[in-house]
């Protein structure tokens, strides 16, 4: 049985798909029953590293959805619009889609998820988060036993390159920003990616598939790299510690209508070098998933790329065409594979979160200013690990205080004295640490 597909978007991605479909040798026996139908483009004479029939190629996307040799579109056009209006037409004719759009699955996920639930179509997503690390199949399927505590995770490749480049060799940002866009690894605009809308986009989507219900990507506490000081990194290799931007979703018990109350951030934190997350280098994506009774499972791979996400993509593809095969087009969907929202999140205040701290103080470099630092953590309840002073510049020093974990209410507290304090010039940095 041939299952016709539809492509929206022939670009990096979109002809990683093309290729694997026109190539279906030694691939699952199943990629040779997938058709590729027609395919969307904007420029159809501009060269592309896979050659398709010319006849395939339109520059009205509608055409491929309201093709009706298409029974599967994918969209990888990337943006919001047309990209969710796509989405929408097609579910409406009745097809199931394949999507790498975390933008639109982010900020839309719920519209689109009813309406795909009442036409009883799919609309999968795998390639939207990790590129090509499975980890949205497994939150559904694998773990769906599991009570999830929380997912952690480096899903920005972008700003893992920058990171790691900055405490590997004590680069500034800016310097490693300018060599990951030479080396295609951040875009003209990196906005997105060093700001953590992009790592915000995808943990929205994670902790909506952990914790079974929609996150508000608005109320998400988004803080990037883009003001990171390369003297943090440094100072906390020092202390034991890596920077990475990491994205958490973290259960924090459940409300009096048994609503999930979670705590889902994206901010640049302190981890131990000893944190299975610490040791993740370069371009490379890794989810850490923690859950009754699984305990710890991390997923590691390459977060992005033409190969990757296509294979994200194609194995979309590839489940939907397999139940068309095993039960037919007009079968009930696999609650299990469907899109579904079992109960109501809600995010959580962050003064009523409790975590670790790292807080940088440029300070005057005179007697007793560790010891009034220390009375302002201790009079708004804040147990300090370390304390450490480094040599500053023309009579100031810089302090470094990593504290244990307390309430956020508590610790703002504590700024908020030590801010006051006529010997501290500046709190230069605060960054959250496990």
């Known amino acids: 049985m041939t299952i016709g597909v539809g492509l929206l978007g022939l670009g990096t991605v979109g002809a990683g798909v093309a290729s694997i479909l026109t190539s279906p040798e030694g691939r699952h026996p199943m990629v040779a029953d997938l058709a590729l139908r027609r395919v969307a483009v904007r420029n159809p004479q501009r060269s592309r590293p896979v050659t398709l029939p010319p006849e395939s190629l339109v520059t009205d996307p509608l055409l491929v959805v309201n093709d009706p040799t298409v029974d599967i579109v994918v969209e990888v056009m990337g943006g919001l619009e047309p990209a969710r209006t796509l989405i929408l037409r097609a579910i409406t004719a009745g097809k199931s889609v394949v999507t790498a759009n975390k933008a639109v699955i982010a900020r839309h996920g719920e519209e689109i998820a009813a309406a795909a639930a009442e036409r009883g179509v799919y609309v999968l997503i795998e390639a939207a988060v990790g590129g090509g690390i499975p980890i949205i199949e497994p939150l559904k399927q694998s773990l769906g036993g599991n009570r999830i505590r929380r997912v952690s995770g480096i899903i920005n490749g972008t700003t893992n390159y920058i990171l790691s480049r900055m405490a590997d060799d004590g680069a500034g940002y800016g310097e490693v920003l300018a060599e990951a866009q030479a080396l295609g690894y951040a875009e003209a605009d990196p906005a997105a990616d060093v700001e953590g ?214 610790f703002r507290e504590a700024l908020t004295a030590i801010e006051a304090l006529q010997e501290v010039q500046a709190v230069a940095a605060s960054l959250r640490t496990l």
Request: aromatic letters at 4%; glycine letters at 12%.
């Open 197 to 410: 809308s992009d790592a915000a986009d995808k943990i929205a989507i994670l902790a909506g598939l952990a914790y079974g219900g929609t996150v508000s990507r608005a109320g998400i506490a988004t803080e990037g790299i883009d003001r990171l000081d390369a003297r943090d990194v440094a100072y906390a290799a020092q202390l034991g510690f890596v920077v990475k931007l990491l994205a958490v979703a973290e259960h924090m018990g459940d409300d009096a209508e048994g609503g999930a109350l979670l705590d889902v951030r994206v901010n640049p934190t302190l981890l131990p070098k000893s944190h299975p997350l610490a040791g993740v280098h370069g371009v490379n994506n890794a989810i850490l998933v923690e859950g009754d009774p699984v305990g710890q499972v991390m997923f590691y791979g390459p977060g992005a790329g033409a190969g990757p996400t296509a294979s994200a993509v194609v194995a979309d593809i590839l489940n939907i065409a397999g139940i068309r095969r095993v039960s037919g087009p007009q079968a009930g969907l696999d609650p299990l594979l469907a899109a579904s929202r079992w109960r109501r999140c809600s995010l959580v205040d962050s003064s009523r979160t409790s975590h670790r701290n790292y807080v940088r103080l440029r300070t005057r470099d005179e007697a007793g200013v560790i010891g009034k630092i220390g009375t302002c953590f201790g009079d708004a309840g804040v147990s300090i690990q370390s304390i450490v002073q480094f040599a500053g510049h023309k009579g100031a020093a810089e302090i470094v205080t990593i504290t244990h974990e307390v309430l956020e209410a508590r």
